[in-house]
């Protein structure tokens, strides 16, 4: 067979067809997580007082469930954001602090908690566990979805924690003063 400029142009552009099946074939293509236009540090730091924040998931960096900070059958972990001050509630003990966004991160200032004893071990390790990641300056993500917008803390130790934001009944309209 005789190769004419029609069969070498014809193989060029096969070529790179055939690679880009292959390609997509080895790489599925991934939807990144579409975050709010505005989320940046000072949209967030506006945001984050508007909801009480419900953890809803945990999981460590292999993706397995960080069981310290869901265990059965207590109330799942909550953060309130007032003002300057943020605290957790649902811990054995009273956890909280002075916190800013910076950066896209949680930054808790002088992180205080009362140190009662847990008759509870499950809520004694729910606690320590909270404790660590708000010490890790976890870097924050909001994300808006059309039925609850949602909190993403992602930690050093690349922890991840998805908390679902509920308006708290003195924010529920933009409006409210």
């Known amino acids: 067979m005789r190769l004419t400029p029609y ?3 014809a193989a060029l552009i096969a070529l ?3 690679a880009c099946s292959h390609q997509q ?8 997580v579409l975050h709010h236009p505005e989320a940046s540090t000072a949209r967030m730091g506006q945001d984050l007082p508007r909801y009480v924040w419900t953890l809803q998931e945990a999981r460590t960096a292999a993706g397995a469930p960080l ?3 869901m265990p059965a059958g207590h109330p799942p972990l909550q953060i309130v954001f007032e003002g300057t001050q943020m605290h957790v509630e649902h811990a054995c003990n009273a956890i909280g602090g002075t916190y800013r966004v910076q950066d ?5 200032d002088g992180l205080l908690h009362t140190m009662m004893a847990c008759a509870d071990p499950a809520l004694n390790r729910m606690e320590k566990a909270a404790l ?3 010490q890790q300056t976890p870097q924050l993500s909001l994300i808006r979805t059309t ?7 992602v930690t ?3 922890e991840t924690l998805l908390f679902v934001g509920k308006p708290k009944p003195d924010a529920a309209s933009p409006s409210s003063p």
Do not use: C, E
């Open 16 to 18: 790179p067809l055939t």
């Open 104 to 108: 896209g991160a949680l930054k808790v």
């Open 7 to 9: 069969w070498i142009a």
């Open 132 to 134: 660590h990641v708000l």
């Open 147 to 153: 039925a609850a917008p949602r909190l993403q803390m």
């Open 156 to 158: 050093r130790d690349n």
């Open 67 to 69: 069981d310290a900070l």
């Open 25 to 32: 074939a080895d790489h599925p293509v991934v939807t990144p």
